[in-house]
Each structure stands twice: as structure tokens, then as C-alpha cells.
């Protein structure tokens, strides 16, 4: 078990009962509302290639030699 974890679990069991069980339907209805971020979503080829034309730039030097590597060239 992780230290973060077995820290958050100490300061729970240091709540009375009621605030346990309200902290428990809490982190459930939170559980649900939120989509499920690990569920595979299809991406098709047709939006995946190009998706990034034009948001990056390569600068114009890009395949020069760079001088911290003279020495070995």
C-alpha cells in the first residue's frame, strides 16, 4: 500500500461513522458522474493523421550542427 494511501485511510478512520458513511456516498456519486477516462475510445485513421498540421514548427537551422558537439565531428 502506498504511503499516500495509508495516510488518507488513518485520517478516515479518525472520522466518526456518519462522516465516514457521507464521505463514502460522496466519492461514490463523484465516481459516477465522471466519465470513464480508461475506456477505449475509437479513434479513426481519417481524424488521427494530420491532427497536428500546423501547431508545430521546426526551426529552420533544425539539421544544423550544434556546437556543443564540434569537437566529435
Not at 9 to 25: C, I
Not at 40 to 48: A, G, H
Not at 49 to 72: R, V
Given at each position: 500500500?502506498?504511503?499516500?494511501?495509508?495516510?488518507?485511510?488513518a485520517?478516515?478512520?479518525?472520522?466518526?461513522?456518519?462522516?465516514?458513511l457521507?464521505?463514502?456516498?460522496?466519492l461514490?456519486?463523484?465516481?459516477?458522474?465522471?466519465?470513464?477516462?480508461?475506456?477505449?475510445?475509437?479513434?479513426?485513421?481519417?481524424?488521427?493523421?494530420?491532427?497536428?498540421?500546423?501547431?508545430?514548427?521546426?526551426?529552420a537551422?533544425?539539421?544544423?550542427?550544434?556546437?556543443?558537439?564540434?569537437?566529435?565531428?
Amino acid at each position: 500500500m502506498s504511503p499516500l494511501l495509508e495516510k488518507v485511510l488513518a485520517e478516515v478512520t479518525q472520522l466518526d461513522r456518519q462522516e465516514q458513511l457521507q464521505l463514502v456516498s460522496y466519492l461514490i456519486t463523484q465516481w459516477q458522474q465522471q466519465p470513464n477516462l480508461f475506456v477505449d475510445q475509437k479513434i479513426s485513421r481519417k481524424n488521427l493523421f494530420g491532427c497536428m498540421q500546423g501547431k508545430i514548427k521546426i526551426a529552420a537551422d533544425f539539421d544544423a550542427p550544434l556546437n556543443d558537439f564540434a569537437e566529435y565531428m
